[in-house]
């Protein structure tokens, strides 16, 4: 009898619209959930029946069906946080993470924080991937967890030392130069630190002594003293020296080092070189003016530099729009860590819903492509930001009506049939 298939088509639009209605209460339920995609139900109808005795093709439908469920990839607005390891994704592209057992899976949920071993995970605890480093913080292609607390900075030994200043052409020459009084017997000194192999530091001064005047120009001997408590010989000793001539405008004209010999204490290498280099030279076609001068005004100290340093811990870390996680140590020194990876699908929407925002790899959504932030299409990655749920509450409400409104309309198809039915069974009375 054909009127009874409208009790099934009213039991089908009741099961479709309270799946919408679920669908809907589970959108706006994560309203404030971070990275959260709001899903759309899909509906189909059922293919319908021939008419008895028709001609053509006269049909009627039997009711509905929920034919498929798809999460809404639109971006989501941005939160400002405190916190280095909240990140946003601003564009394609989903955070890969792994748990324990190695499983792989996908987020857009960037509410990051550290382990107690230095991992980026996530709040259930699965770690953020990423390119690795090599031990001088270049990116290497390897994609493995991303661990940044361990991470110290080593040393750098001292191999060029700066200094600019004035030599005062005025001086008198003073006695030969004695390591055992130096302030007597040289007219200016300069102290710096200067760093071994093992990143100790040790003050080096420089003493200037004005050795020779004449017509064409002054010469200047000068000397790196250490303090013999710093030496392996146990005696403070000349480690470099050499000398510098100046024309008679006061430019540097040429520069010449006849010793450089440093034997630190403590296990460092020893005979460590350190080239002092005290600017350009007239001899080595520079100016001569741009370093270490000799007019006749007091004698002082411009600037001075040089390249070594001590080991350091990690300090602090930031992460720029291409996932680079820079770290800062506490010897002042920068190096990259890692890089966030980000992956992509030729079909996001056939990924499987794991819960906890999380998404796993399915034939349906494509193996995953996986790259540097803002490349080929990825998104930039947005530090101090989390990416807020993308569901509109204006149209989830509208929809809820319709899916309410579609329910009590096919409870009426039902309790209608009823009364039909009632009236057919009453027909024998």
Do not use: C
């Not at 506490?330 to 190096?335: D, E, K, P």
């Not at 319709?402 to 209608?416: D, E």
């Amino acid at each position: 009898m054909t009127i009874l298939t409208s009790l099934f088509s009213g039991v089908s639009g009741l099961n479709a619209n309270g799946s919408a209605i679920s669908i809907i209460g589970n959108n706006i339920a994560n309203m404030n959930t971070t990275g959260f995609k709001a899903s759309t139900a899909t509906f189909a109808d059922v293919i319908g029946q021939d008419l008895a005795g028709s001609s053509g093709s006269s049909q009627i439908g039997r009711g509905v069906f929920l034919s498929s469920v798809n999460p809404t990839f639109t971006q989501g607005s941005f939160e400002t946080t405190s916190s280095a390891l909240d990140l946003a994704i601003d564009g394609n592209g989903f955070y890969e993470v792994k748990d324990s057992s190695g499983g792989t899976f996908y987020t857009r949920a960037g509410n990051f924080d550290m382990d107690k071993d230095g991992n980026i995970v996530n709040p259930e605890g699965l770690i953020l991937q990423g390119y690795q480093v090599d031990s001088a913080g270049n990116i290497t292609g390897t994609i493995d967890d991303l661990t940044i607390s361990s991470s110290t900075s080593p040393p750098r030994a001292t191999t060029d030392a700066e200094i600019a200043a004035n030599l005062d052409s005025s001086s008198t020459i003073p006695a030969a130069f004695d390591v055992t009084d130096p302030t007597s017997t040289s007219n200016f000194s300069t102290a710096m630190t200067v760093y071994d192999s093992l990143g100790n530091g040790h003050l080096t001064t420089v003493y200037f002594r004005k050795s020779a005047e004449a017509a064409t120009g002054n010469t200047w001997e000068w000397y790196a003293v250490v303090d013999g408590s710093e030496l392996t010989g146990g005696v403070t000793a000349i480690q470099a020296q050499g000398t510098i001539d100046f024309d008679t405008t006061g430019a540097m004209n040429t520069v010449a080092t006849t010793l450089s010999d440093f034997d630190f204490s403590g296990g460092a290498t020893q005979s460590q070189a350190i080239t002092f280099d005290f600017g350009s030279t007239i001899a080595g076609g520079g100016t001569g003016l741009d370093g270490t001068t000799q007019f006749a005004s007091t004698s002082a100290t411009v600037s001075q530099n040089q390249d070594g340093y001590s080991s350091g811990a990690l300090q602090g870390f930031s992460i720029d729009q291409e996932g680079m996680i820079t770290g800062l140590f506490t010897n002042g020194q920068t190096r990259v860590l890692g890089q966030v990876v980000l992956a992509t699908f030729s079909s996001p929407d056939g990924l499987t819903q794991m819960g906890s925002n999380l998404y796993a790899e399915s034939f349906e959504s494509g193996q995953p492509i996986v790259g540097a932030p803002n490349t080929a299409g990825r998104g930039s990655i947005q530090a101090n930001s989390l990416e807020l749920s993308n569901v509109d509450l204006g149209s989830e409400f509208i929809n809820l009506i319709t899916a309410q409104r579609g329910f009590q309309a096919n409870s009426r198809i039902i309790t209608t049939t009823d009364d039909i039915l009632g009236e057919l069974v009453n027909l024998k009375r």
